[in-house]
């Protein structure tokens, strides 16, 4: 045990009630009870979904077992083969419930899945532009700059509408118009801590640039790259959902919680609500609660709010 | 007492807690002056002191979680801590007025000069636009604003640091207080304009007797301006007296230590005196004595904490071992 | 002053044609316009003399340069199936948007602002963490489906308003304006509302926290120190400080809202160019969607600039780099 960490224990002991950062991180995201609640809710959302071909009655995919004849059947109503369609089932005769999981694993595939991709892609340009300065820098904002000028809505939809329909193609207009929200934080906090003196004696000391921008500068920089990613998340699945929506996103045979909105959308006059009703409450209550976790990260992560 | 001789403002027992999540901070505990017509008393302490906490207690500004927990402030016989919320907005600004220490950060960046100045007199008397913008333009020549009109139309950030201070300034005097709290005024301007501001205050106040109490860590400000000192370490007052009489023949030995550390000319080539270690967070106050552990005077009594004890000229000690104490004949109540 | 805007039309310039060449030769991929507009027997020469009199046979840059060119002279080509100026029919629609807009932008400023200003002021209190809540789920909820569920409660199970559509439009000033008559004004009601969801929270956050940071300030505390009453510091004070912030990031939503009404549109079936928009998507109306995308792109443009020269002219103090992060 080096002499540093004997000091650090011996201060520990000395003063009781010390905390660790982990430990006072914790206990500040806890105070607030909402965003516990929605931590919990993530998990079991997650834990749904990743286990859906075991949980959900029927297989909404297969369309051997989808009838027609159970199209538009009331909440509580028994469907041909004798399971009872708890949250009715929709237009195609497809078990809601069943439709929902299935659902819910393809919103969160596309949201969490784009939101990783464009969190490397944003994080990498980002602190490239962050180090290298210069040219590069004025360069790369000027693109980010623009692309942020315009609405995500429309660039994804107008990506969508050249690509075409599929998982694969949703995803990547989602990176598409996500990755400048990563790079533009990433470089504003590099630019901050690259001003920092332990930045300055890391490069005293002859270190690497690489190993000085992501073993020294990364590492600084991470906590609000982790806000802003629990917030794109949500933003994703919503963006999804509402592209979907507009018919562009996921094919009809692969339906996202939006496309299950959507297709529910035309029997809402004719006050056949559940179809579109309860995949919303799904969609809403995924968003929010990753929202409400992010929203505390993000009083808990910033330095200047706290005492 | 006649009404000519009491104190402009008597601070008794003064006491303001901070309720914070780590405990309670008692950033000012049990302080007690008192400032008479056309006087200045220079507060001293280190930063964390009090001495700031005690300026807003006194125009009951104290921010949460902070709170005046006990003691009493009376200006002219009235006693503010038990004063409506809206009788303190009466007094502030027109009998009690205060200066701040950043003249950057003191006037708002988006309005003008004449609105700020012309609202502070119209939030205390019906007068008209115009009557106001002339008495605003007199005050800031008072201070030596050279053209006035001019200044009056432009916003803060078209200002020096020294010329905003001189228009907080003249905004705390717009109302012709009768005492005004300055919290370091000069302590973020440079030496040749803190010297005229500290002219021109004090001729000011004594002019028109406004009382001053003047908060600083500067101990050579304080000897050229001040008539009374307190010195306060940790939330107490560990010394009063009058100026000469405690920069002279300190007897706290943290007033001693103050006084020491100022760099001076005479004491050329010797290293400066220094007081060791570092002042405490309120929240974990050494037991007794608050200023024992960085003492080198520390004895066993001063494991409890010493009450004040007078001396001839009305000076006051809050110490179980006074320098000098053989010189200087203690007054025994 | 003036090199400084001289500059940012350059800039403003330089942006519109990088985006006209990145949406055309995205939407050129778009669908084959012959298939749309070729009858079905069609033989072979039909076919190539239908390619060559819409000049697709020539090289893409060369196509390019035909729709700039054509472009710079207000034609951006006609709609294949209204057989009109996809120009013309675009600018008919966009009033509708533009109301739809506006109506949403004010809500989002009359309630936002207020709401915003007393979360910041207790940010402690019962009332000011609801609307914290509150605006965590306006940010939430997805548009569309806010939209559907109030369909489904205010026009088909209360019936109080009107499902979808536009009301009746009065000429005002020049503009077709609804929102003064009853049956307009319940018409845009619903839609309006959903569209300034987004903003509506986004303005409560930035006011509250433009809020919180203003009352630390020591002029407020000074402000306080002149005697000034709350009703003051609050209204003059603080409002001009966090005013000057809002405004301008509204400024630039403005923007937002009316791509964002491509939504709202679809589900009220309001007729504004957002709906066109969409059905066009669906009907692989090409000339549409690239004059759309045109008309918002340039609508950008033009907010950005606008912005950015009133805040100088507004507050010389602040670069404007600032504005931006």
Avoid at chain 1, 138 to 145: A, E, G, L, T
Avoid at chain 2, 209 to 230: E, F, M, P, Q, R
Avoid at chain 2, 265 to 271: F, M, Q, S
Wanted: hydrophobic share 45%.
């Amino acid at each position: 045990m080096t002499t540093a960490e004997n000091n650090m224990e011996s201060e520990e002991k000395g003063y009781e009630g010390v905390q660790t950062p982990l430990r006072r991180f914790l206990s500040d995201f806890c105070e607030a009870k909402l965003a516990v609640v929605g931590f919990f809710t993530i998990l079991a959302i997650a834990l749904v979904a990743i286990m859906a071909p075991f949980i959900a009655p029927t297989d909404p995919y297969d369309l051997a077992t989808v009838s027609v004849l159970d199209s538009r059947l009331a909440p509580g109503e028994a469907m041909m083969n004798g399971t009872t369609a708890h949250l009715g089932t929709d237009g195609a005769g497809r078990d809601m419930v069943s439709a929902m999981i299935y659902g819910l694993r393809i919103s969160l595939g596309v949201g969490i899945g784009s939101g990783l991709i464009a969190m490397l892609i944003g994080i990498s340009f980002g602190l490239l532009s962050a180090y290298a300065g210069g040219k590069i820098d004025s360069i790369f904002m000027r693109i980010v700059d623009i692309q942020l000028s315009f609405p995500a809505i429309l660039v994804a939809l107008v990506l969508l509408v050249t690509l075409g329909k599929g998982v694969d193609k949703t995803i990547i207009a989602l990176v598409v118009v996500q990755w400048a929200y990563y790079a533009r934080t990433i470089r504003g906090t590099a630019l901050v801590e690259r001003r920092r003196e332990y930045i300055e004696s890391a490069v005293c000391l002859g270190l690497s640039k690489n190993r000085i921008m992501f073993r020294h500068l990364l590492p600084n920089c991470l906590a609000p790259m982790i806000v802003v990613g629990t917030m794109q998340i949500a933003h994703a699945i919503s963006l999804e959902a509402t592209l979907s929506f507009l018919g562009l996103g996921m094919p009809q045979t692969e339906p996202s919680l939006g496309r299950l909105i959507s297709n529910g959308f035309e029997y809402i006059l004719s006050g056949k609500y559940w179809i579109s009703v309860y995949p919303g409450i799904a969609l809403l209550v995924t968003i929010v609660s990753i929202n409400l976790v992010g929203d505390r990260l993000r009083d808990v992560l910033n330095p200047r709010l706290q005492k | 007492m006649s009404l000519s001789e009491s104190p402009t403002i008597e601070v008794k027992d003064l006491k303001t807690y901070f309720f914070t999540k780590g405990g309670i901070a008692r950033a000012v505990d049990g302080v007690s002056f008192s400032v008479g017509r056309g006087k200045v008393l220079g507060l001293v302490g280190e930063s964390g002191s009090g001495k700031t906490v005690t300026g807003f207690s006194i125009l009951g500004l104290v921010d949460e979680p902070g709170r005046i927990v006990g003691g009493e402030i009376l200006y002219r016989g009235e006693n503010l801590v038990s004063a409506s919320p809206d009788r303190m907005r009466e007094l502030r600004g027109v009998n009690i007025s205060m200066i701040f220490q950043d003249p950057m950060m003191t006037l708002n960046p988006v309005l003008r000069i004449d609105t700020q100045m012309i609202e502070a007199l119209q939030a205390h008397e019906s007068i008209s636009k115009d009557d106001a913008r002339q008495r605003a333009r007199d005050v800031l020549g008072q201070v030596g604003i050279a053209s006035p009109d001019e200044r009056l139309r432009s916003y803060p950030h078209q200002f020096s640091g020294g010329m905003r201070q001189r228009v907080a300034i003249a905004i705390a005097l717009l109302n012709k207080p009768d005492l005004i709290v300055a919290d370091e005024p000069t302590t973020a301007l440079d030496v040749t304009i803190q010297g005229q501001i500290l002219y021109e205050v004090q001729k000011l106040c004594s002019q028109t007797g406004t009382a001053l109490i003047w908060i600083t860590h500067d101990l050579s400000v304080v000897a050229g301006l001040a008539d009374d000192i307190c010195v306060m370490y940790a939330g107490r007052i560990v010394e009063q007296g009058s100026v000469n009489s405690v920069l002279d023949k300190p007897m706290h030995p943290y007033t001693d230590g103050l006084i020491s550390s100022v760099p001076s000319r005479n004491k050329r080539g010797v290293p400066l005196a220094q007081i060791p270690g570092m002042a405490p967070s309120l929240l974990k106050l050494p037991k007794g004595c608050s200023f024992g552990p960085r003492c080198a005077h520390f004895s066993n009594a001063c494991d409890s904490i010493p009450d004040i004890s007078n001396y001839e000229n009305g000076r006051q000690i809050r110490c179980h071992n006074p320098l000098g104490a053989g010189t200087t004949l203690r007054v025994t109540d | 002053m003036s090199v400084f805007i001289i500059r940012r039309l350059m800039q403003s310039a330089l942006v519109v044609v990088i985006m006209s060449f990145i949406v055309f030769s995205g939407v050129f991929l778009v669908g084959d316009p012959v298939e749309i507009l070729v009858s079905d027997d069609a033989d072979q020469e039909e076919r190539e003399m239908m390619i060559k009199s819409m000049g697709l046979d020539k090289p893409f840059l060369v196509q390019y340069g035909i729709f700039i060119s054509k472009a710079i002279r207000g034609d951006l080509g006609d709609s294949f199936v209204f057989q009109e100026p996809a120009l013309l029919l675009i600018l008919d629609r966009m009033p509708a948007t533009m109301e739809l807009a506006v109506v949403a932008l004010l809500i989002a400023i009359v309630f936002g602002i207020p709401l915003g200003v007393w979360a910041g002021l207790k940010p402690e209190s019962l009332a000011s963490k609801s609307i914290m809540t509150g605006s965590i789920l306006g940010f939430s909820l997805p548009t569309f489906w806010v939209g559907i569920m109030m369909i489904l409660l205010f026009a088909v199970v209360l019936g109080w308003l009107p499902s979808t559509g536009r009301g009746d439009v009065q000429i005002i000033l020049g503009m077709p304006i609804s929102v003064f008559s009853w049956d307009g004004f319940s018409h845009v009601l619903m839609p309006a509302v959903n569209l300034a969801l987004f903003k509506l929270s986004m303005v409560i956050r930035l006011a509250r926290a433009g809020t919180r940071e203003v009352m630390h300030q020591d002029y407020i505390k000074f402000a306080r120190a002149k005697g000034l009453k709350e009703q003051r510091i609050i209204l003059v004070h603080v409002l001009k400080n966090i005013l000057i912030p809002v405004v301008t990031v509204l400024g630039l939503e403005f923007g937002g809202l009316v791509a964002f009404s491509v939504v709202t549109e679809t589900v009220f079936a309001w007729p504004g160019m957002g709906k066109l928009l969409i059905d066009s998507i669906g009907l692989l109306d090409r000339p549409i969607i690239v004059a759309y995308l045109m008309i918002i792109v340039f609508l950008f443009v033009l907010i950005n600039l606008l912005v950015d020269i009133c805040y100088s002219i507004l507050d010389p103090r602040v670069r404007l780099q600032d504005i931006k992060s």
